[in-house]
């Protein structure tokens, strides 16, 4: 086939789109796009008969998945009686993803405000259904397993029901770092966060099934990757039940949006921020606990206090560090959760104004300096008398003692300098939405952007939000 140059940007994305979209299609024919829909058993079609479900797939140029992801969930939901319907969230795409999304037969609001958790919480909050299920829109989920997620909510046994994937994982579907560093690392603090009340594999599943009212009320506020996390944690929090149904895991069609080790960070700052205890706190005061008794082991020492690379030794170097790490951990656990609180991520039944906050940490500064420096007298003392008040063994490990005072109490002094960056802004709150419905002729692509910037309503039969500040 020939194309004539194209007169416009909104020809140039047509020819791109018509002549790509064949070659992605052929090669998907073999996966769960190209198969029929798996019938139901009698009585599961009856458990789900005339449930609403809204579907939510957040979307941000995803042209040749988006349309196959609408289509499946629908024809799913219809073959098992759901009153099921899809919407897609447009996170600012470039190409055609939101004709493509409802041409299949979605409806489209766009929310400007970048990030996964940006868009899905647009979703849930425009959803009008009882249950919400979330969806990644390019093709990676097993779309057909949306009746065994709903099962357990509509049976009563859960309150929310997770895709697990890492069961039929490979390395084609998903890097060998994800698979087992990241999502394994990532589950973990986010049990330790819940105090291990979750018993799941796959914390960073993207497909989820739960009650929209029940989530609302959690009131998430996260924007980004991390909104994964941040759900669960609150859920636990909250005491909702959550399962897992394994699901299979297909090879995503289009490029990847994920950033390994930035979205890492944006998990491991958002459980610090939820869960300061675990992550700061407790592991502070392990590690200070730990260098009080390296300390009274070298102590004890008789002979070989002095030779580097003895046990004493090591256990006066290692005990100087972890004196050092332990207490300023548990100063960073202290400001993560003065953060977390006044920014509206945690409750707290006495809020300590910051004023108090620091001048907790001068006074506490001050006292180890005064304490290292008391230390630091009794060593000279103790040095140029000719009866020695204390063995060497003892001496050493109290001048590990008076360096580490000495350094933490230091940065304690310091605590005015943090004060800037424990003041926040309450909780973050995403535009919102008036949903409208034009029928006027789509416009070309560089006018719908422009329209799109001021807020206003986007392409022929597509759903669309005018967007406000809150």
């Known amino acids: 086939m020939t194309f004539t140059k194209p007169s416009s940007e909104f020809e140039t994305l047509n020819e791109t789109f018509y002549v790509e979209r064949p070659r992605v299609l052929s090669r998907v024919r073999s996966r769960e796009f190209a198969t029929p829909v798996v019938p139901l058993h009698r009585e599961d079609k009856d458990l789900l008969h005339g449930a609403g479900v809204t579907v939510v797939f957040p979307c941000l140029n995803e042209e040749f998945a988006v349309g196959l992801c609408v289509e499946r969930a629908l024809e799913t939901m219809r073959a098992a009686g759901i009153d099921g319907t899809v919407i897609v969230v447009d996170n600012g795409s470039t190409d055609r993803s939101a004709e493509v999304a409802t041409e299949a037969g979605a409806q489209v609001i766009f929310q400007r405000e970048p990030g996964y958790g940006a868009a899905l919480r647009s979703g849930i909050e425009a959803a009008q259904s009882e249950f919400v299920i979330m969806a990644d829109a390019d093709g ?127 998990h491991l700052r958002q459980i610090l921020l939820l869960s300061p205890e675990t992550a700061a706190s407790i592991p502070g005061l392990l590690a200070t606990a730990a260098a009080i008794v390296l300390w009274v082991f070298a102590a004890q020492s008789t002979t070989t206090f002095g030779q ?100 933490v109490g230091l940065v304690l002094i310091a605590a005015p300098l943090i004060a800037p960056f424990l003041m926040t802004s309450p909780r973050l709150r995403l535009p919102s939405t008036e949903l409208e419905v034009e029928s006027s002729v789509p416009p070309l692509v560089a006018e719908r952007e422009n329209r799109r910037d001021v807020g206003e309503i986007g392409p022929v039969g597509v759903c669309t939000c005018a967007l406000r500040e809150a």
């Open 140 to 266: 990676t989920y097993e779309l057909d397993a949306i009746p065994r997620l709903l099962a357990p909510l509509l049976e009563g046994k859960a309150d929310m029901v997770l895709g697990q994937r890492l069961s039929d994982a490979t390395t084609e579907t998903m890097p060998w770092l994800h698979r087992y560093v990241g999502t394994p690392a990532i589950t973990y603090l986010v049990k330790k966060a819940t105090k291990n009340r979750l018993t799941i594999r796959d914390s960073q599943s993207g497909f989820r099934a739960f009650r929209r009212e029940e989530i609302l009320k959690l009131k998430l506020s996260s924007t980004g990757m991390e909104f994964a996390s941040e759900m669960l944690i609150r859920s636990s929090w909250a005491n909702l039940r959550i399962q897992e149904v394994d699901t299979k895991y297909a090879e995503r069609i289009g490029e990847s949006k994920l950033s390994t080790f930035s979205d890492g960070l944006r």
């Open 308 to 407: 580097v690379g003895s046990l004493s030794w090591v256990a006066d170097v290692v005990a100087g560090v972890l004196s050092i790490l332990g207490p300023i951990v548990f100063c960073t656990g202290i400001v993560l959760r003065y953060r977390a609180e006044t920014s509206g991520l945690r409750s707290a039944r006495v809020k300590v104004p910051l004023n108090v906050l620091i001048r907790r940490f001068l006074v506490g500064g001050a006292l180890l300096v005064f304490v290292s420096a008391v230390g630091l007298v009794v060593l000279m003392i103790n040095f140029h008398q000719d009866q020695h008040m204390m063995s060497n063994a003892v001496a050493a490990s109290l001048s590990s003692f008076v360096r580490s005072a000495f350094v």
